[in-house]
């Protein structure tokens, strides 16, 4: 059983539309909650964390966390063809990080 | 520096010789991390430091992958004998010590091995 599980995708979603991005954990015993952005041939960037059980808003992105079903979302609002990346949704235990294959998202114009 | 630094940023070599990748972490972060990413694919974790020790070493696909890091800060992944299937992207992150701290990349070494 994969730790840090996530849909590969493609997910494709229209300019201006909420692309949403899930994100499931095996370790209870799991802290801390992140998001990164990963760009064709660069390195993933953090974006978002999250440590308590429900939303957290920066901008155009939520990240939505629930504890008890061990799950991680990403919301992005206004989607932008400049979102076009692969997330990759990671998860902190006390010992070590993470992270799940990553989900590719494109935003079509 | 301002952020975590990689060198080489590309290295091409032959089967069977030996490459050396550096990683300078941002100053103050005591965690420091290997991963491999092959085209298309997630991160592969390799090593963890914690300070100058590496408490998790389960990563390392086999003996000819080695790390260390010195004065806890510049950490140095030395790949013995390459082989092609070691091609990939080297990246390395560092963090402050602790659960909520998340991690912040290089921009990787690109490895090509013919």
């Known amino acids: 059983q994969k730790e840090v599980e996530q849909n590969s995708g493609p997910l494709s979603v229209p300019e201006g539309a909420i692309a949403s991005l899930n994100c499931t954990y095996s370790?209870?015993?799991?802290?801390?909650f992140f998001w990164y952005r990963q760009y064709s041939g660069k390195s993933p960037e953090l974006i978002m964390f999250i440590y308590s059980n429900g939303d957290k808003e920066d901008g155009r992105f939520t990240a939505q966390l629930n504890k008890a079903s061990q799950y991680v979302s990403l919301l992005i609002r206004d989607s932008q063809p400049s979102d076009s990346a692969t997330y990759l949704c990671?998860?902190?235990?006390?010992?070590?990080?993470?992270f799940g294959a990553g989900t590719r998202l494109t935003v079509k114009p | 520096g301002a952020g975590v630094s990689q060198s080489p940023s590309n290295k091409v070599t032959e089967k069977g010789k030996d490459v050396e990748l550096r990683c300078d972490p941002i100053?103050?972060?005591?965690?420091l991390y290997w991963y491999r990413q092959s085209l298309g694919q997630g991160l592969e974790f390799l090593i963890y430091?914690?300070?100058?020790?590496?408490?998790?070493k389960s990563g390392l696909p086999s003996d000819r992958f080695s790390a260390e890091r010195t004065g806890g800060s510049v950490s140095t992944l030395t790949i013995q004998r390459t082989q092609q299937e070691d091609s990939a992207v080297y990246l390395c992150?560092?963090?402050?010590?602790?659960?909520?701290?998340?991690?912040?990349f290089g921009p990787g070494t690109r490895l090509t091995v013919l």
């Open positions: 430091f914690q300070g100058n020790s590496a408490p998790d």
């Open positions: 100053s103050g972060h005591t965690a």
């Open positions: 370790d209870r015993g799991s802290q801390s």
């Open positions: 990671a998860v902190r235990t006390l010992d070590d990080m993470r």
């Open positions: 992150a560092s963090s402050l010590v602790g659960t909520q701290g998340g991690q912040f």
